[in-house]
């Protein structure tokens, strides 16, 4: 593994299901490595192991066999609770990663605490209100005059670039970002995915995004990864992606897997 590596994954392997008639081979030998600072997009048909694969790295289950580093250190048998102390996650589902019933900055508060050890006496100082309110204020959606506001009454582009925000309030190791803006209607997408490039780019963070738009896939990142039946068979860098089209991409597709791409989803999206 590379000194500067930030995420290292060795020969990932997991089924589901075992020896059952619904047995599914989710990862097959998944090997990756990511630098300081790389922006990677996955992209893949359903069922080719891209959100299994984030679900490895943040310890969602525990894998058959191979090895996660992260940031130099072994994380394979680190529990998930103790692996967010490294990790800033953003779901698919604008609902997951806040809690509903507490306010803005109740929520925000958690976000930066989190990894640290729980205690009775954590009340929000003026300073921290003054970070918030900062960190709010760029996301251009006048929420950092609404701090007080319960997260419920958010609608779900502001619930999700909130919680985006919170995800990188503690600049994190590595960013996972699950399909997290497919729930969200086509503007407020593009709001969003402007919101995370923003916050990436400004944070130098090293992130991992899983996608279903193939040109979102394309426009974004360093480097551009599909996935197939559980492995790894294209991995593009910068400059072999920067002048690609959509359609270039499934050629690619078809190339590496023998097969075309049968993913309306996907094909929609382009």
Known sequence: MAESAMLDLRDLRKTFNPGTVVEKKALDGVNLTLQKGDFVTVIGGNGAGKSTMLNAVAGTFPIDTGAVFLGGRDVTHLPEHRRAAFLGRVFQDPMTGTAASMNIEENLALALRRGQ??????????????IYREKLSSLNLGLEDRMGSKVGLLSG???QALTLLMATLKEPELLLLDEHTAALDPKTAEKVLQLTSGLIREGGLTALMVTHNMRDA???????IMMHEGRI??????????NMTVEDLLLKFEEASGQALANDRMLLAT
């Open 117 to 130: 050890r729980r205690s009775l006496r954590w009340g929000i100082t003026q300073k921290e209100r003054g």
């Open 157 to 159: 582009g502001q619930r």
């Open 218 to 224: 394309l426009a974004m990142g360093n480097r551009l």
């Open 233 to 242: 068979i294209l991995d593009l860098g910068a400059e072999e992606k920067r």
